[in-house]
């Protein structure tokens, strides 16, 4: 394992316990690729390199799946309380390392450190949930109406699960997946993306310190074109049971479909949309505020990032002055910098698809109120930039931008502001602000989303269910929810004569 790593800030730690790993871990061992083909992990901040990584295959997917194949009976036969207890610790360490796991996540993501920081805390309280959870899975006893029958259900785990995770929530996305897999009883390969690896190793690392046994995580890891192949070994493979993704919608298809050859259970979280409506009761102070968070936070790169600012056009001037004025106030800069709260984007395509809505919008007649070009410090940095009068007919309005970009359109009525938000193939969140609290319900019921947030810009908890309607996914992460991707249902009937 090569420690040459710029972590000099990250403390060392008796052999074992070091967070930075650089290989890929199969079945309790940490190890290099078949070949010895490595990729790198750079900083979005500066493009130095992070580290080299192991760029595996198909070979090594495998093996990852065997070796989930003979840890699971054993998984599954260790008494809840007892897997309680390992995502306990997990949980445990997760909380004691969350500096140094903050750190790596920005090192490798480019989020402002404390945005990692709460990040790494709420991966820590999903494991912690389904620590917990995992001990209430019930059967039922069935109402039979032939007195010589009794019968009931038992909850099982569906066995062998891969797990596919994006590069924009490097920890907590590993965590919505692994930790109820586990609760359940399951095993997983986990594939993380080939931009932040470390962050999803450095959790591998700690649930094997947590008493974790070999086998029942493993994690494989692979650059941008072994995703495919790693994809292809994992969803070709009849041992896997189910997918479990989060990414883009084009990747969650083509996945979806290789599935369908052997009939996997899956969990799709693609991309959004999210309209976020303000009507002219609503306090205009809050909804600002909240739009910052709901647009700008992780640079725009969130899959429930606003990306329709429907503003009821009687308040549309007021609001689009006093968002000008916030969004001037953002620091932009390296997510290690204090005070600063947009870090950098991911990479160049990350900043050329930004550019290219920005261009699309203007040229169809959009005004630049505020930002619209790569930051003065260069590199992935963006300026948060603000669009007004848009119109349906820009790309923005349409696509996922995944960035700092505000778009503001006016409305008039009610059913106007419904019929805008829900014209969009995705259907994961929404935003809304109004003081009227029947408003507020008969919009809350018309908005097709999985999920809706009245008043505030955020709403992640891990009591809830996450997900999206229409295409922006299927099944749900978090909550008591979230166990129901990796079980199946079991009807026993006795016959007692
Ligand atoms: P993004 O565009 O946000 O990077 P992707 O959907 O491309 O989203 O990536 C999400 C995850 O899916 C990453 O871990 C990536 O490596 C992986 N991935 C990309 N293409 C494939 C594929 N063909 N098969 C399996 N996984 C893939």
Known sequence: MDMRLPFSTLPHRPSGQELVRTAGFIDGEWVGADRGARFEVRNPADRTLVAEVPNMGASETRRAIQAAVAAFPRWRAVPPAQRSAVLRRWHELIVERADDLALLLTTEQGKPLPDARAEILQTAT????????????????????????????????????????????????????????????????????????????????????????????????????????????LTDDPAVRMMSFTGSGEVGRELMRQCAATVKNLSLELGGHAPFIVFDDADLDLAVECAVKAKFRNSGQMCVAANRFLIHADIYDGFAARLVERVGQLEV????????????????????????????????????????????????????????????????????????????????????????????????????????????????????????????????????PFGGVKQSGLGREGGTWGLDSFLSVKHVTLGIG
Not at 206 to 223: C, H, K, Y
Not at 336 to 356: C, F, S, T, Y
Not at 429 to 437: G, H, K, P, T, V
């Open 126 to 233: 999903f494991v912690e949930w389904y620590a917990e959870e995992g001990k209430r899975l019930g059967s039922s006893t069935l109402p039979v109406a032939d007195p010589t029958r009794r019968g009931w259900v038992v909850r099982e785990p569906v066995g062998v699960c891969a797990a596919i995770t994006p590069w924009n929530y490097p920890a907590s996305s590993v965590a919505k997946k692994l930790a109820p897999a586990l609760a359940a009883g399951c095993t997983v390969v986990l594939k993380p993306a080939e931009q932040t690896p470390l962050t999803a190793l450095a959790l591998a690392a700690l649930a094997e310190l947590a008493g974790l046994p070999s086998g029942v995580i493993n994690v494989v890891t692979g650059d941008g074109s072994a995703a495919t192949e790693i994809g292809r070994a």
């Open 333 to 464: 800069g390296p997510g290690v910098v204090p005070g600063v709260q947009l870090g950098p984007l991911i990479d160049e395509l990350a900043v050329a698809k930004v550019a290219r809505h920005i261009d699309d919008a203007v040229a169809l007649g959009a005004r630049l109120l505020a930002g619209g070009k790569v930051h003065a410090r260069g590199g992935t940095f963006f300026e948060p930039t603000i669009l007004g009068d848009v119109t349906d007919a820009m790309a923005i309005a349409h696509e996922e931008t995944f960035g700092p970009v505000a778009p503001l359109m006016r409305f008039r009525t009610e059913q106007e502001a419904i019929a805008i938000a829900n014209a969009s193939e995705y259907g994961l969140a929404s935003y809304l602000f109004s003081r009227d609290i029947s408003r507020i319900l008969r919009v809350t019921e018309a908005l097709e989303t999985g999920a809706v947030a009245v008043n505030t810009g955020s709403f992640t908890t891990e009591a809830a």
